[in-house]
């Protein structure tokens, strides 16, 4: 079984601000793990992953996150805030070794940027 | 272009109706999947289907149904089983050698 938490179902930064979303997760086997971001009425678009190897993963529009394996956490970070990334922002888990490749959601946390 | 469509945008429906949600990939990706998102639930895995003529239950697939006749088609049929259809559908697709999916722009139902 897997399971996605994200602290902080809302997340206010001023513009220029460093931006963290926190996710943690459990799975009985290695994941992989995902950040999607959800702009209001569309689809999911993918800001990165983490499958193996480096744990510090860089994604688009500046986003970066770090697998960390003994705090089974995978926060996203950015330096610093541009109102264009006021949005939802989706934490993601699926299995290792599974063909089905099944994503797990956390509940999801929406970012707002001030000015 | 290529990408995934999800036919309607906006879709009404009086209660207890049948209704079928359209999505369509030119992808060429093999496995094709349903969620459902409600505010403050994330989302949720209704069906899925790694291969055409196969498909398999996810969390949350009562009061609905699919089909995978072709490779690039995957419906999910609302039925009136579904005692609380209104939320926001999202189909996603995957190439079998990722683990990445791809998703569409969603449909939000409103049964009225």
């Known amino acids: 079984a897997q399971s996605v938490t994200q602290l902080g179902s809302h997340v206010s930064v001023s513009e220029g601000a460093l931006v963290l979303l926190r996710c943690n997760y459990s799975?009985?086997?290695?994941?992989?793990l995902f950040w999607y971001v959800q702009y209001p009425n569309q689809g999911l678009q993918l800001l990165l992953k983490?499958?193996?190897?480096?744990?510090l993963v860089k994604g688009i529009n500046g986003f970066e996150a770090e697998f960390k394996k003994s705090e089974t956490s995978f926060h996203l970070t950015k330096p610093s805030a541009h109102m264009s990334d006021a949005a939802e922002y989706f934490c993601?888990?699926?299995?290792?070794?599974?063909?089905?490749?099944?994503?797990?959601f956390g509940t999801g946390t929406r970012l707002q940027v001030t000015l | 272009d290529g990408g995934i469509t999800q036919s309607p945008k906006y879709l009404f429906r009086k209660e207890g109706q049948n209704v079928t949600l359209s999505c369509e990939q030119n992808l060429n990706h093999d496995a094709m999947y349903w969620y459902r998102q409600d505010p403050g639930q994330g989302l949720r895995l209704i069906y899925y289907s790694q291969i055409v003529n196969d498909f398999q239950k996810g969390d949350i697939a009562e009061g609905y149904s699919v089909s995978r006749e072709k490779k690039e088609s995957f419906p999910l049929t609302v039925t009136s089983a579904q005692k609380n259809p209104t939320a926001f559908y999202l189909c996603?697709?995957?190439?079998?050698?990722?683990?990445?999916?791809?998703f569409g722009p969603g449909t939000r139902l409103t049964v009225l």
């Open positions: 983490y499958t193996t190897g480096a744990t």
């Open positions: 993601a888990v699926s299995m290792t070794g599974g063909t089905a490749s099944k994503l797990t």
């Open positions: 996603a697709s995957r190439l079998a050698a990722s683990n990445e999916q791809f």
């Open positions: 799975s009985s086997v290695p994941p992989y």
